[in-house]
């Protein structure tokens, strides 16, 4: 007998619920029998423990099963059945058992939040600056505040599809489904690093909310767009947001590239022949494509594209960033903010900011038909960044025909801006609404006789 039970009294009655229930405690303590070395020990205090003798590699050991009432006696039996299944495949149950908090422990400090970083360190090489940030931004913003805290291998589908669905309720479909992947992406870290069993985000692409099929909604009438336009510029929005969906119109860049565009990159603002050199691994496109060498995207502005840098210079040219987001300066501004500001005007579901490239297609080809002018398809298509078929990536010049694209983009130029206000207006706009006895400090005003610094230095 052991030695902690040397005056315990032993009585050899098979358990049943009730008699456990009706124990009471006694001078000194004592033990009730079940089958299988099973046993509940009763102490002075009042106290049942549960306890399982057996032994293991010549040794004599107890295990503990916990107190009832909180562990009842078929618990506590299923308890030592599953401990001589253990000692029959020649495991210890006790080393078992510590095994198996330790690893209870393990899961709780893999979060996902600390996972999804750890992932995030691995693979943000291969990605362009700016979109390394958006991918960080968008878990930061709609996925850790959820789910960050919680074990990554408990976390479920129903779970993850309840943040995924909080996205689409605010009309973000393609948001949701970019967080679906990059979820998904952390997951197949987590099983390759073996503190993750399954891929709980890998089938939800089935149940969310599809995207619009074909091109995204873009209106491509000129009179239309203008309108649209003029409108959007008139709602409640920062200026720099204005000042970005204008530009954005005026050059047909993607989103994207607006966003992360740097004072850096544009050259000759002063000069006759101002360029926005995009560098290619801010474009879209694979890792091949982001380390093309010359493969720099370049965008000739249009006098308009330069009146819209010269405002913005007060507001964003002490930093990098030429549109920097709200809160944080050394971020870009929102993925939403432009796509919010024609939703407010009451654009939803009829243009987008990517729609921009759409509109300027379309009517600038249209345009060139009108004016024999076919050979100019294929410059249009160069200006949107599209490689023409048959031409293999990283062999196509990307620098042809520059001066025919400066001569286009200034015939958009001029086409889109007739009859917009002036950006001077834009920028005095008030950008949430004012109460009547308001005084809002005026922004600095650009003199006329303006001139960028020397970016490149």
Wanted: no cysteine; aromatic share 8%.
């Amino acid at each position: 007998m052991v030695s902690a039970l040397k005056n315990v009294v032993s009585e050899m009655t098979m358990l049943s619920d009730a008699k456990v229930r009706g124990v009471k405690p006694r001078d000194k303590a004592y033990k009730l029998t079940d089958s299988h070395r099973l046993y509940l020990l009763v102490t002075p205090g009042g106290s049942k423990l549960w306890k399982w003798n057996y032994a293991y590699d010549g040794k004599q050991k107890t295990m503990a099963f916990g107190s009832y009432p909180v562990v009842t006696l078929a618990e506590a039996r299923t308890k030592r059945d599953e401990g001589r299944a253990m000692l029959l495949d020649g495991k210890d149950p006790a080393i078992q058992k510590k095994l198996r908090i330790e690893a209870n422990f393990e899961m709780a400090r893999n979060t996902f939040e600390l996972v999804a970083r750890e992932w995030y360190e691995t693979v943000k090489a291969q990605w362009a600056r700016v979109h390394a940030e958006d991918v960080l931004r968008s878990l930061e913003r709609d996925a850790f505040p959820f789910i960050g805290d919680l074990p990554v291998s408990q976390l479920t589908p129903p779970k993850v599809l309840e943040v995924l669905q909080a996205i689409e309720q605010r009309g973000a479909i393609e948001s949701a489904r970019r967080l679906r992947q990059r979820i998904s992406s952390v997951f197949v870290f987590a099983i390759a690093k073996g503190i993750a069993e399954k891929d709980s985000a890998e089938k939800l692409a089935a149940v969310l909310k599809p995207l619009r099929k074909g091109r995204q909604p873009a209106i491509t009438d000129l009179k239309a767009l203008k309108k649209m336009i003029g409108e959007a510029e008139q709602d409640y929005a920062r200026p720099i947001t204005r000042l970005a969906l204008r530009l954005l119109a005026l050059t047909a860049v993607r989103p994207s590239e607006l966003r992360g565009a740097l004072w850096e990159e544009f050259h000759d603002l002063n000069g006759g022949e101002p360029l926005w050199r995009i560098p290619a691994s801010r474009m879209k496109g694979d890792l091949d494509r982001k380390e093309e060498i010359g493969g720099d995207h370049l965008v000739p502005l249009a006098p308009q594209s330069i009146d819209v840098l010269r405002v913005l210079w007060p507001l964003t040219g002490g930093g990098g960033l030429v549109f920097p987001g709200n809160r944080h300066g050394h971020r870009p501004m929102s993925e939403n903010a432009i796509g919010y500001l024609l939703n407010r005007a009451g654009y939803h579901g009829r243009h987008v900011p990517h729609g921009f490239r759409a509109a300027f297609s379309t009517i600038m080809n249209e345009w060139a038909e009108r004016h024999g002018k076919k050979h100019d398809r294929k410059v249009i298509d160069l200006m949107l960044a599209h490689v023409p078929t048959g031409k293999v990536e990283g062999a196509y010049n990307r620098a042809a025909y520059l001066e025919r694209r400066r001569e286009l983009a200034v015939t958009w130029a001029d086409l889109l801006t007739k009859g917009l206000p002036s950006l001077e207006l834009l920028v005095d706009l008030p950008a949430k609404e004012l109460m009547k006895e308001s005084r809002r400090k005026r922004l600095p005003q650009v003199p006329a006789d303006f001139r960028f610094p020397d970016l490149a230095t």
